[in-house]
């Protein structure tokens, strides 16, 4: 006698890839795009802009250190940038097979990139001296608008269809399911 399987099947299977689940794909698919033309300049800017002061690099005593330092901060940005765009991505095509591994980390990046967004888009408001002056509405359109596909990234995900994608392992619910005798029926 076959046992049933240990995760019950959801009463309707999932034929297809819902379209939240595409859309979630897609979404990912562009910011793995958008990282690799503009991932590691963007970083660069970004960390330039806000957090690097050119005297702690030593330019002054000895030129030389002072490159060697700058390249190496250099390196690391374009290498977390590289493991951040190959990240991306596996997790499109992980979910595209309907992997909840991916659907779980996927989910917490982009609350992640939204938190830091929004907290980016906060203490650029509150920078020395500009604390008092008029705000730049700017500034919170292109932060609203390079939110977006974390935002509809994460909005995809939770529906109801992509859960259920997620919960039937994509494609192929019932590989690993030994197969199910039919069912008896009396005439």
Known sequence: MLTPPS??????LLRRKPGT??????????????????????????LFWT???????GFEQD?????????A??????????????????????IGAGRRWAQVVTILLML???????YGLYAGFRVGDAEASVVDGSRLVWTLLGLSMPIVTLLCLFTGSANQWFRQRGRDPLRGVPPQPPVYRPY
């Open 73 to 94: 901060l250099m390196v690391v940005v374009v290498v977390v940038t590289i493991l951040i765009v190959v990240l991306y991505g596996v997790l499109a095509v992980k």
């Open 112 to 118: 992640g990139s939204i938190v830091t967004g929004f």
């Open 21 to 46: 689940v595409t859309a979630a794909q897609v979404m990912m698919w562009l910011q793995f795009s958008f990282l690799i033309c503009c991932g590691a300049g963007t970083g660069m800017i970004g």
């Open 7 to 12: 995760t019950p099947l959801p009463p309707e």
């Open 63 to 71: 030129l030389s250190q002072g490159f060697e330092d700058l390249a």
């Open 51 to 57: 957090s690097v002061d050119f005297d702690d690099f």
